[in-house]
T-cell receptor, first 114, second 116 residues
Framework: DAMVIQNPRYQVTQFGKPVTLSCSQT?????MYWYQQKSSQAPKLLFH???????NEADTPDNFQSRRPNTSFCFLDIRSPGLGDAAMYLC?????????????FGSGTQLSVL | AQKVTQAQTEISVVEKEDVTLDCVYE???????LFWYKQPPSGELVFLIR??????QNEISGRYSWNFQKSTSSFNFTITASQVVDSAVYFC?????????????FGTGTRLLVSP
């Protein structure tokens, strides 16, 4: 049973055209994360939510925004995608137990920018 | 600064061979956790193991084993009698008390190809 679900699996958008990626979870976890993974690179944390508290990484571009309307859902909005934003976007969840907590990941959305 | 280095970009083995994936880390934190995640072709990262900085006991789980050595800042992962289903990218990751809440610093991954 899928616990962290990302839709769509593949997303194609045009340069500069806003795009939204979605993530839902059935784990009832307090914390949700968005990671960006470019080809053959390590996943890089963009931001995370602890309940409704939004925490942005210092080097996350302003072009990236996020919304979390409730515990189950979280969205990643890219306002004006550039060619450099083509990547796999991974959503993850965890309990808020501290630095040793394991993350549960979705299968990711592969974003292409034309 | 936190850093994780996986020097092996890609490893190819034949089924039933043993294979060790190397991970070296840097941190100034006293309290930290090390993780291994597996990323199969389907894309999702799957948690394999975590170790905290106060627990250097090595662990074996089926065909998997982990060797944590603080003296060399290494947390290596061995697969015994590899199988085709082990083919994936394996990431080593670090989370420390000063990294920020739940922020995992990943290595660049090692792609393991197991051929029949």
């Amino acid at each position: 049973d899928a616990m962290v679900i990302q839709n769509p699996r593949y997303q194609v958008t045009q340069f500069g055209k806003p795009v939204t990626l979605s993530c839902s979870q059935t784990l009832n976890h307090n914390v949700m994360y968005w990671y960006q993974q470019k080809s053959s690179q390590a996943p890089k944390l963009l931001f995370h939510y602890y309940d409704k508290d939004f925490n942005n990484e210092a080097d996350t571009p302003d072009n990236f925004q996020s919304r979390r309307p409730n515990t189950s859902f979280c969205f990643l909005d890219i306002r004006s995608p550039g060619l450099g934003d083509a990547a796999m976007y991974l959503c993850a969840t965890s309990r808020p137990q501290g630095i040793g907590e394991k993350l549960f990941f979705g299968s990711g959305t592969q974003l292409s920018v034309l | 600064a936190q850093k994780v280095t996986q020097a092996q970009t890609e490893i190819s083995v034949v089924e039933k061979e043993d294979v060790t994936l190397d991970c070296v880390y840097e941190t100034r934190d006293t309290t930290y956790y090390l993780f291994w995640y597996k990323q199969p072709p389907s894309g999702e990262l799957v948690f394999l193991i975590r170790r905290n900085s106060f627990d250097e006991q090595n662990e074996i789980s089926g065909r998997y084993s982990w060797n944590f050595q603080k003296s060399t800042s290494s947390f290596n992962f061995t697969i015994t009698a590899s199988q085709v289903v082990d083919s994936a990218v394996y990431f080593c990751a670090l989370s420390g008390e000063n990294t920020g809440f739940q922020k995992l610093v990943f290595g660049t991954g090692t792609r393991l190809l197991v051929s029949p």
